[in-house]
C-alpha cells in the first residue's frame, strides 16, 4: 500500500479541488496531441486528416473534461479507501504535511522510465522486427516511423503523462482494487498484495488493448501487447508504492525518449 504520509487532520474530506484540477490539466493538454495525431495518421495511411477546426477541438475538449472529472472523482473515490493517493498534489492543495517529497517521486519514476524503454526498444528491434521480420512501424515506441516530428511527440507526452493516467491507474487500477478488496470482505480496506496485482494486470490489459485499432494482424497486436504491457505494470507499481505523481513522471518521461528524443536519431 502506498505511504504518501499525509497526516494532516482534515484528511477525511474528500479532495474536489484535486479532482478539478486533475481534470483541468488533461484538458489544457489535450489540444497539444492534434498534430501529433496528424502527422501519425499521415504516415501509417498516407491519409492526411481533415485540417482541425474550432468546432473539433472544443468538442474533444469537451469529452474530455466530463471523461476525466467522471474518472478522477470516481479514481479517488476508490483510491481513499484503500490507501492509494495523489500525495504531493493534495498536500500542495489542501496544505496537508507528507512525507513524499518530489525527489522520492523523480527518482524512481525516471530511472524506471529509462530502463523499460531501452528494455522494450530492444524486444522489438531484436526480437520482431530481426528475428520474427516484422516490418511494420511499431509506433507506439516510434520505431521504424518517418514523417512524425518530434516536436509533435513531445507536445503529446503530456497528454499521455496526465489523462491516460488519470484514466488507467487513477480510475481503473483503484477501481478494481476496491472492488476486490470489497469481494473478498476487507473490512479493513488493506489492499492486499495479490488484490493490487490482480487489479494492476486488468487494467494495464485494458491500457494495452486501449492501443490496438482492431485493423492489425495478430502479429503486429502481440508486439504492440507485448511493447506496452511492461510499462502499465510498472505505472501501476509506481502509483502504488509512490502515487499517482510518480506515474505520470515516468509515463511523461517515456513517451519524451520514445516520440521526442528517438526520432532524432533516426
Known sequence: MV????????????????????????????PLSYPFIAALENALTGVPLPPLTWRVLLSGMAFVALMDLTAAAGGLYAAKRIGLAVPLLQAKVYGERTNASLRSILVPAISIAVGLTLLVIGIEEFLFHRALGVLEPAYEIHSRLSGVPAWAGVLASFEGGIGEEIVFRLFLLSGLGWLITTIVRRRDGVL??????TANAISTLVFGLYHLTGAEAPIIMLRTLVDILPFGMAFGYLYRKHGLEAAMVSHFTVDILVHGIRPLFG
Open 3 to 30: 505511504d504518501p504520509g499525509v497526516i494532516e487532520s482534515g484528511s477525511h474530506r474528500y479532495p474536489w479541488r484535486v479532482v478539478f484540477l486533475l481534470a483541468a490539466c488533461s484538458v489544457a493538454v489535450h
Open 192 to 197: 492486499t498484495p495479490a488484490a493490487f496485482w
